[in-house]
């Protein structure tokens, strides 16, 4: 803005002011810094800018400084204190307006994420932020060691490696309950399959699921429990990849529905293995190795750290137990979707 777009209220009282001063030398009272405060609130909310408000002073200032005034020390005094205060008071109004921006924006992400809001309120509020519910959006949740928070250098970090190179693109980068998210249209998978690699790089090793996309305003919300549940899974299932997405793993949700089914299944399969010496959870290991190698028996040897003999007794007194032989492949599919029953379960910890 010019100065002259500026109007004369935010000057109201300063020429008074200034002439007082010189005329006295007098320091500006109480009531005169409160009021240059208030003017520059009332300045930064109706959106001037502090540098031509700046401006104007300095010019007022040289218009209304009575001629011949010996004291350049005095006058220079009062614009400062003027200027100071004013410049509070526009200072005071931003971090109001940015406190007020924020707790609008958490306000915007917990009734997008919990679904508390009238939909159609939702996706009205959503444009502000960016976001066109009634497009396709996917939600990547990525957890680290630490919980962050909104402001915290990790998020700040991940958020400056994404818009340098994506820009906006409509694009929600916040924080959820410790853990970093970021919300963008569907179909811009490269958007989300970034923030995956950049959250794991600052996590520390972080993982990172990324949910399914999904449309209206309901999708976000949908989208996010999915990647959410992705990460609980490959918590019990001990998955170890950077990178979770939902599309892939599909099965475990599925199997993790009918939790009575499963826990039957469980129990029906793996249930004689209780009775085994040292009871069911090396034999539970041993199952567990060996499919995630393949039914490759010297692999399975290697990540349990015995030896191939030592695996084979093992998978034999299994097929003895349950009557199930791991190495027949019209048994495997019974016993590994038992095993990633009991996983999803924490059987034997947990009674079924």
């Known amino acids: 803005m010019t100065e002259r777009e500026i109007p004369e209220e935010y000057l109201n009282g300063y020429a008074h002011i200034l002439t007082e001063v010189a005329a006295t030398g007098r320091r500006l009272t109480r009531d005169e810094i409160a009021s240059r405060r208030a003017l520059g609130e009332r300045a930064a909310e109706a959106g001037f800018g502090l540098r031509a408000l700046v ?30 205060a004013f410049a509070e008071g526009y200072e005071r109004a931003q971090r109001l307006a940015v406190r007020q921006e924020e707790a609008a924006r958490r306000e915007f992400i917990d009734d997008l994420l919990y679904g508390r809001s009238d939909l159609g309120r939702l996706a009205e509020r959503a444009e502000r932020f960016g976001l066109r519910l009634s497009h396709e959006h996917a939600v990547a949740v990525a957890r680290g060691a630490v919980p962050y928070e909104e402001g915290d250098p990790v998020p700040r970090q991940v958020e400056r490696s994404l818009f340098s190179r994506f820009g906006n693109r409509s694009i929600l980068l916040t924080t959820k309950d410790g853990r970093l998210l970021c919300i963008a249209p569907g179909y811009q998978e490269d958007v989300l399959l970034h923030f995956a690699k950049q959250a794991h790089a600052a996590t520390d090793g972080g993982q990172v699921a990324v949910g399914r996309p999904r449309s209206g305003p309901g999708g976000v919300v949908h989208s996010y429990e999915e990647a959410l549940n992705i990460l609980e899974i490959a918590e019990r299932l001990e998955l170890d990849d950077p990178v979770l997405r939902a ?65 084979t007794y093992r998978l034999e007194r299994i097929h003895r137990l349950t009557g199930a032989n791991p190495s027949d492949p019209s048994h495997r599919y019974m016993l590994q979707t038992a095993v990633i029953g009991a996983r999803l379960l924490e059987w034997p910890a947990n009674e079924l």
């Open 55 to 84: 401006r104007v002073h300095l010019s007022a200032a040289r218009e209304a400084w009575p001629r011949g005034s010996e004291s350049a020390d005095g006058a220079l005094a009062a614009v400062q204190q003027v200027v100071d």
């Open 247 to 311: 599309a892939d793993l599909l099965v475990y949700p599925v199997l993790a529905r009918d939790r009575q089914a499963m826990a039957d299944l469980v129990r029906n399969t793996l249930g004689p293995l209780t009775t085994a010496r040292g009871g069911a959870e090396p034999l539970l290991d041993t199952l567990t190795a060996y499919f995630d190698s393949g039914c490759v028996s010297a692999e399975a040897a290697r990540r349990l750290s015995l030896s191939v003999r030592a695996l």
